[in-house]
């Protein structure tokens, strides 16, 4: 089966810097889109930033200039460098990807469980 799964949360200062990662396993036949999305206390979830398989990006105005997503096709792994961190980017991070199992024609989204992200002093 497929499974997505986060790692690389934590509690920052402001200013600081997180990066996260995300990695697809089990049996999989191709990975189209990621992205990063996160769900703040009493908020909706938010995308944040998406990457194609062919390494189209998209970024959430609110963090342009200061995240970076990338991946590695390779791996089955999506990255998502946080710098200048500031408390209103506390949230829960989610990773989701939509993948094709080997032998089914269905593609379907995938989500990995979340890691807490905290930017306090």
């Known amino acids: 089966q497929v499974h997505v799964g986060e790692s690389g949360g934590g509690l920052v200062q402001p200013g600081g810097s997180l990066r996260l990662s995300c990695a697809a396993s089990g049996s999989i036949f191709r990975i189209y889109d990621m992205g990063w999305y996160r769900q703040a206390l009493g908020n909706e979830r938010e995308l944040v930033s998406s990457i194609t398989r062919g390494g189209s990006i998209t970024y959430v105005d609110s963090v342009k200039g200061r995240f970076t997503i990338s991946r590695d096709n390779a791996k089955n792994t999506v990255y998502l460098q946080m710098n200048s961190l500031e408390p209103e980017d506390t949230a829960v991070y989610y990773c989701?990807?939509?993948?094709?199992?080997?032998?089914?024609?269905?593609?379907?989204?995938?989500w990995g469980q979340g890691t807490q992200v905290t930017v306090s002093s």
């Open positions: 989701k990807a939509r993948i094709q199992p080997l032998l089914l024609s269905a593609i379907n989204d995938y």
